[in-house]
């Protein structure tokens, strides 16, 4: 009796320590393939999640309670960059877990800087683990891609597993932060424990309003933290076109005109390298000539899976927002889309 009083006891105190999840959502396994689903046909592995806190710049902070948010699932083919510029591959996956769009989706944000500049563009996030480990996303990353709720704290996984060969990944055995995106996966810790929401540290003249605007160059804080002017993009590199249809959070629709620009991630590669350290804490600080601004990762710029890219536009004949300008060809709206591109500051957080 007294053996059976201490199990329960036990497990009632395991319970005070577990984040409350929502009840699983465990999908048949399709063990004969008789579906045309291929990410199905495995055995789903349970991941044990930790206390996750939410922090920052917002009036709520707390401890969030899984047992409120859906599940959602993703699939990634996890790839390590090497510490000698090569990388490997590790294995292909199913991931299902709780989206940091629903985490996040009722903080009150409390922006710092707010007084000097209410958009919210410029903000971003550090997500953190008990052993030390963090990384950064930006307010971008969650809630303007054309596909929401494809980033994740994931609560169970399942292999992918090649037909032919048979292939068993080695399974994780903790939760992790999932970037589906991510082409080297360096941002997917183990065990998220902290989400803190921050506005970029950085102080620009605001002139709302500003017309005509136009900016013949724009300054470049390179990684060494020399700063670069440009005003010419190599001839080496080539213009693509995006068809597209430009759409503001605000405004709404602005045009269906395409867009013909350089991919901006070519034409700032030399003076950034590919690193751990970049895809982790890389930040960029993008702002226009009227002291507009917006956050973007190292990460979603130059560590993307999609082919989505940005864009830097270079029109001399646009005397009212030229002559440099950023295209978000990622985004659904067009709030990230800079124009008279004046500076871009880089840092790591």
């Not at 971003?124 to 480990?133: H, M, Q, R």
Request: aromatic share 12%; charged share 25%; hydrophobic share 40%.
């Amino acid at each position: 009796m007294k053996n059976s009083l201490l199990i329960f006891g036990a497990f009632v105190l395991l319970g005070t320590w577990l984040p409350k999840q929502a009840e699983a959502q465990v999908a048949a396994r399709d063990t004969a393939d008789l579906t045309n689903n291929f990410y199905d046909n495995e055995t789903v592995m349970p991941l044990p999640m930790v206390t996750l806190s939410v922090d920052g710049e917002i009036a709520n902070p707390g401890v969030v309670d899984f047992s409120k948010l859906p599940i959602h699932s993703v699939i990634v083919k996890e790839t390590k960059l090497n510490p000698d510029g090569s990388n490997t591959f590790e294995g292909a996956y199913r991931y299902d877990g709780y989206s940091l769009f629903d985490i996040l989706n009722k903080v009150k944000l409390q922006k710092k800087n707010g007084k000097d500049f209410a958009p919210i563009i410029d903000l971003y996030i550090e997500v953190s683990n008990d052993k030390g480990e963090k990384v950064i996303l930006s307010w971008g990353e969650l809630y303007y891609p054309n596909n929401l709720q494809n980033i994740i704290i994931a609560n169970a996984v399942m292999r992918i597993v090649p037909s032919k060969t048979m292939e068993l990944w080695p399974l994780p055995e903790t939760s992790k932060l999932v970037v589906p995106l991510d082409l080297l996966t360096a941002r997917n810790i183990s065990n998220p424990s902290k989400i803190t929401i921050r506005s970029i540290d950085a102080t620009f003249k605001v002139q709302k309003g500003l017309s005509p605007m136009f900016s013949e160059s724009f300054k470049l804080t390179a990684e060494n933290g020399k700063e670069v002017v440009i005003k010419e993009i190599s001839k080496e590199l080539s213009k693509i076109t995006y068809h597209s249809i430009f759409y503001g959070r605000g405004r709404g629709i602005h045009s269906t005109t395409p867009f013909t620009g350089y991919v901006l991630k070519e034409v700032m590669e030399p003076y950034y390298t590919l690193a751990k350290e970049n895809i982790q804490h890389g930040l960029f600080v993008f702002a226009g000539f009227d002291g507009y601004r917006v956050a973007m990762t190292y990460a979603e710029l130059f560590n993307r899976n999609d082919q989505a890219e940005f864009l830097l536009l270079n029109d001399q004949s646009d005397k009212d927002g030229g002559c440099f300008k950023i295209f978000p060809a990622c985004d659904f709206f067009s709030d990230r889309a800079v124009k008279s591109l004046k500076e871009v500051r880089f840092e790591r957080r």
